[in-house]
Every structure is written in C-alpha cells, then in structure tokens.
C-alpha cells in the first residue's frame, strides 16, 4: 500500500501545551525509511513551518493558515507538472484563499458590529501573541507573518458568534473553531487542499494507489479528515474527540505526538507493504 501522511501540527503532531514532537520522532523516521511524504497541514504560516520542516527532515509540500495555499518544493515539482503554478521563494504555489488585505479589511468591518468581541491576530504584537499561546517570542513573530488569512481571539459570547458567522455567510467565508482561535475561510479548507495535492502526488509520483492519512485533534480537521482515505483523531487533553462519521477511523488512546505514533505504527503494521 502507497500512503501520504497528512497531519495538522498543534495538539496533533506537536503537543498541546509545550509543542513538542519528541514522541512521534520514532514514527517520523520509520515514514522516512519508508519513503512515506509527510504534508504539515496547519493553521500556521509558511514562516513557522519551515524551521520545523527543517527540524524534523520534511521535503514534502506543506499546506498553510488551514488550507489557503500549498507550498510546493522544486523536489516535489517538475517543470511539466508546475509549469501553471507561480514561483514564490524558491516554491511552486497553489494558493485556494485571497490574500491577506482581503482578510484584514475585513477584519474592520466585523469590528463595527462585533466591538470588543474578538482580538484579530494583526491587532496583536509578537509579546501578546507569545503570552498567549506559550510560543517564543521568535515562534510568535513567524506566525504573525500571515499571508492568507487572519485568526481570530474570541472574546464573546455564543451569540455573538452566531452573528460572527451570519455577516460571513453573507459574503461567502465560514467560520471554523480551531484550538485556540476562530478561522474564517473562503474558497478553501483542509479538505479541498488534501485533494488538490494528493491526486498531484499521485500523478507526480506516478502512484495510481495512494491512499491518503489525515491526523488531527480538532473541528478545523474534520475538513481534510472527511476527504481522507483513513482519518485519525487525536485525543485531546483540551476537549472531547470532534463528531466525525467516517467508516475509516481511528481514534487514539494517547495525547498528541504520542498518540500521532501511535496511530501511525498501527496503520504501517497492518499493512502488507510500506512504499511511497
């Protein structure tokens, strides 16, 4: 069997609280024995995954801000297969979202009618955003770098949420609760970009078989879980496993990265072949 690994990174891959990824380290190396592309598909920016894409020996895609846009390496891309694709910054980019100066006027809009109700992540400098999350104060810089999207710190209540999602229908974006912000999305979404790039890989590769992984602990995975071949979910110390019907599921017994391995030593040894 031929698998693409496809993993949100805080509370999945990297641990909750602390971000670490000690725990899955095991589990990333048998992947890479294997020849098996592990694809971070997170809510971060490209500026924070790269570092961690270095760190952990990743040269797959990544997928960034949940979905907006996937970073294609030049070993992942061939002149024929990315010839329509734009280059930015040595990458070939498929990009699903608008910009970011879509996302911030936005943002002033929703302030009229929702005042006090929300903290975008633009409003915030690199200290707050640090406090916030536990994240170094480098981490919080890298994550402010955003380019499609805009997070939200929600400070309301349920009802004005509700409002929140209302004003955004109206102009064709979703709101999506993710671990520790609202996302607001429009013309794309974890699931849509785990499509775009798998049957990508599929034809880059040359793999007509290649199955489809997709790890998470959250709603804003449940997207990318949905149009996976095999979905896990990752238990959370933060809140109770997201409703998900799949046939092909697999809940964990352990927390984060610890549970990311085992999942993932489940699935490789139940099956007859591990390749890329």
Avoid at 82 to 89: G, N, R
Avoid at 224 to 231: H, N, S, V
Avoid at 235 to 243: D, G, I, K, M, Y
Wanted: a negative charge; glycine letters at 6%; charged letters at 25%.
């Amino acid at each position: 069997m031929s698998y693409v690994v496809y993993t949100d990174l805080d509370g999945t891959l990297l641990d909750h609280d602390n971000y670490s990824y000690q725990a899955a380290l095991p589990a990333l190396e048998r992947l890479n024995e294997s020849g098996i592309p592990v694809v971070p598909v997170t809510s971060k920016t490209r500026a924070e995954i790269e570092p961690l894409c270095h760190e952990l020996k990743l040269n797959a895609p990544f997928i960034v801000e949940n979905g907006a846009a996937i970073f294609i390496p030049k070993v992942f891309c061939t002149e024929e297969a990315c010839s329509e694709l734009p280059q930015v910054d040595g990458y070939r980019v498929k990009s699903f979202a608008p910009a970011i100066d879509f996302w911030n006027a936005l943002v002033v809009e929703l302030e009229k009618a929702l005042s006090g109700a929300f903290v975008a992540m633009n409003q915030m400098s690199a200290q707050q955003l640090a406090d916030m999350t536990s994240l170094s104060l480098p981490a919080a810089e890298r994550a402010l770098k955003r380019e499609y999207s805009n997070p939200l710190q929600w400070l309301g209540s349920d009802e004005q949420l509700q409002t929140l999602s209302d004003i955004c229908a109206q102009k064709g974006v979703q709101v999506v609760k993710g671990g520790r912000f609202v996302h607001l999305l429009k013309n794309s979404d974890k699931g849509a970009a785990l499509v775009w790039l798998n049957n990508y890989l599929s034809e880059f590769l040359e793999v007509s078989d290649l199955e489809s992984i997709a790890l998470g602990d959250g709603e804003n995975d449940i997207a990318m879980q949905l149009k996976a071949d095999i979905a896990v979910q990752i238990r959370s110390p933060a809140h109770e496993f997201p409703e998900l019907e799949k046939t092909s599921l697999y809940r964990t017994e352990k927390y984060g990265p610890e549970g990311w391995a085992e999942a993932i030593t489940k699935i490789l040894n139940s099956s007859p072949k591990e390749s890329k």
